[in-house]
């Protein structure tokens, strides 16, 4: 039996922000909808599971100003006058299976999120904590692997590729793109797949809207099949510019 | 009267389908809660000095909590592979870990599904566990065996 997770850290993607350095809980509960379903027969009280019901929460201690700064993220997913848009709200445990949270080829929880309830408040004398409950907007909830960690890179990157599986008919890829800093530039994410680990004859499955600002994210779906391909990696493309800080998380899904 | 049974070491398991009789067990178990019910029917009639009831269908809410790690092949991949595919399996439940027995009697629930996992909860600092919850499907059967 393997030893339990230690929750010494988790990294905490929403949109283009990177909430880990302010937040200490995180709750994310994963239930299907118990819709009721006995028949005549049934000596018990039975059950069909229904439509994925996710719960996601994030707490810790408030703080604004920056993009750093929880506030700065939450407050525009809250403000009525700002339209309401998905962003993709990514959880990274640590020793998943490496120790460090939001390692390569580690894994991730992602969901296109809305965020719904942003709680401020505290007894006199208190550090000012906050909490923000999130739902799926749309979507499900996406059991992802990391295939470009979180990290500054300065010129067309390739990441690892990862046995992920082919794609079914009935699947689908889903990739997250969390754009955290950009210094100049135009940046391209591309999900490539081949048959081999070498990506040595690698197609292009998926294409990105080009990126040159930050926060930003986006969220690619491409449905299957691939019937050969079984490796995937992330490449992100330079043109011009100095850097980007991103992550890219990915995963096949059903339809 | 005997003695009571410690609940250190429980035989809590699942199979990987409703066909298979083969139960593996659960890993990293810290609590089981198995309460069967019947449901209280309304049944008082004229005459009757209290208020009476009737029971109906069986009911299982069953919750486990067990450790969360994310091994390959490990607790949330089991959990996951569980609760997204909406696989249906058997669940067995004893309160010792040995043969079963007159002593000993398994708790079989012949058809049920993951309908609740948490891959991610709690405070920084802590352990994570995962808290899954059941429920039984149409078809399900509850069965008490002192020799399966």
């Known amino acids: 039996m393997a030893d339990p997770c230690l929750l010494s850290d988790c990294k905490i993607w929403l949109g283009g922000y990177d909430l880990t350095g302010a937040c200490n809980k995180v709750q994310l509960t994963a239930a299907k909808r118990d819709n009721p379903n006995g028949r005549f027969g049934d000596v018990v009280d039975a059950f069909h599971p229904g439509l994925q019901q996710i719960d996601a929460s994030v707490g810790g201690f408030w703080s604004a100003g920056s993009v750093t700064d929880p506030d700065d993220a939450i407050w525009p997913r809250i403000d009525p006058s700002v339209a309401v848009s998905s962003w993709p709200l990514t959880f990274c445990p640590p020793t998943s299976p490496s120790t460090a949270a939001g390692a390569d080829g580690n894994l991730a929880y992602s969901i296109?999120?809305?965020?719904?309830?942003?709680?401020?408040?505290?007894?006199?004398?208190?550090?000012?904590?906050?909490?923000?409950?999130?739902?799926?907007?749309?979507?499900?909830?996406?059991r992802q692997t990391i295939v470009l960690p979180k990290g500054t890179i300065n010129a067309t990157t390739q990441g690892t590729g990862r046995q992920l599986g082919t794609l079914g008919s009935t699947q689908k890829l889903v990739a997250v793109l969390h754009v955290f800093a950009i210094v100049g530039g135009s940046?391209?994410?591309?999900?490539?797949?081949?048959?081999n680990a070498g990506f040595a004859t690698a197609v292009v499955r998926a294409t990105a809207t080009a990126v040159t600002t930050a926060p930003n994210r986006?969220?690619?779906?491409?449905?299957?099949?691939?019937?050969l391909d079984d490796y995937w990696r992330a490449v992100v493309t330079k043109t011009g510019g100095t850097s980007i800080t991103a992550a890219v998380t990915l995963s096949i899904e059903n339809q | 009267m005997a003695d009571p049974?410690?609940?250190?070491?429980?035989?809590?398991?699942?199979s990987s389908s409703t066909g298979s009789a083969a139960a593996t067990q659960?890993?990293?178990?810290?609590?089981?809660?198995?309460?069967?019910?019947?449901?209280e029917l309304a049944n008082s009639v004229m005459g009757d000095g209290a208020e009476t009831f009737h029971p109906g269908l069986i009911g299982a809410q069953i919750a486990v909590m067990t450790r969360q790690e994310f091994t390959t092949g490990g607790m949330d991949s089991q959990a996951w592979t569980r609760w997204n595919s909406e696989t249906k399996f058997r669940l067995k439940f004893r309160a010792v870990n040995s043969a079963v027995s007159s002593s000993n009697p398994s708790y079989i629930f012949s058809r049920v599904g993951l309908f609740s996992m948490t891959p991610m909860s709690g405070q920084h600092g802590a352990l994570l566990e995962n808290s899954l919850q059941f429920r039984l499907l149409s078809g399900c059967t509850v069965t008490r065996s002192t020799s399966t």
Do not use: C
Not at chain 1, 127 to 137: E, G, I, M, Y
């Open chain 1, 218 to 227: 986006q969220v690619l779906e491409v449905n299957g099949p691939v019937a």
């Open chain 2, 26 to 39: 659960i890993p990293g178990v810290k609590s089981v809660e198995m309460p069967l019910t019947k449901a």
């Open chain 1, 187 to 195: 940046w391209v994410l591309t999900i490539e797949s081949d048959d």
């Open chain 2, 5 to 14: 049974v410690v609940f250190k070491n429980a035989f809590t398991a699942w």
């Open chain 1, 112 to 142: 296109q999120s809305a965020q719904f309830r942003y709680t401020l408040g505290a007894q006199h004398g208190e550090s000012l904590p906050f909490d923000v409950v999130s739902r799926v907007k749309s979507g499900a909830l996406y």
